[in-house]
């Protein structure tokens, strides 16, 4: 059995989930407008949607990590297909 990788696809990959990396690196929720006690009229609501904004703020920062983590892979692999086809190539060409 066998497969062909296309390494521009690997590579054209890597670009999408460095969009994603960039897009959410930065992320925050705004919390600051909307956690005043004296707009919900219940200090725990206030304390309740404070922790959800953190959450979901952690949460873009842990989805731009792993965005670049898989982009980083994506690019590495591409790499190293390149480099094991240049090796085989080497191997048949005659000297």
């Known amino acids: 059995m066998s497969y062909e990788v296309v390494v521009e696809e690997l590579r054209g990959a890597a670009r999408k989930f460095r969009t994603v990396q960039d ?6 929720l705004p919390s600051s407008q909307c956690v005043a006690p004296a707009a919900y009229g ?4 206030a304390d ?13 920062a842990a989805l731009s990590a ?12 591409a790499a190293d297909y390149e480099a094991t086809d240049q090796a085989v190539l080497d191997r048949f060409q005659f000297r």
Request: hydrophobic share 40%; proline share 0%.
């Open 23 to 28: 897009s959410t690196a930065d992320y925050v």
């Open 48 to 60: 309740w949607v404070l922790a959800v904004t953190e959450q979901c703020t952690k949460a873009g």
């Open 66 to 77: 792993g965005a670049g983590t898989l982009a980083d892979g994506l690019d590495d692999q």
């Open 42 to 45: 219940h200090l725990e609501l």
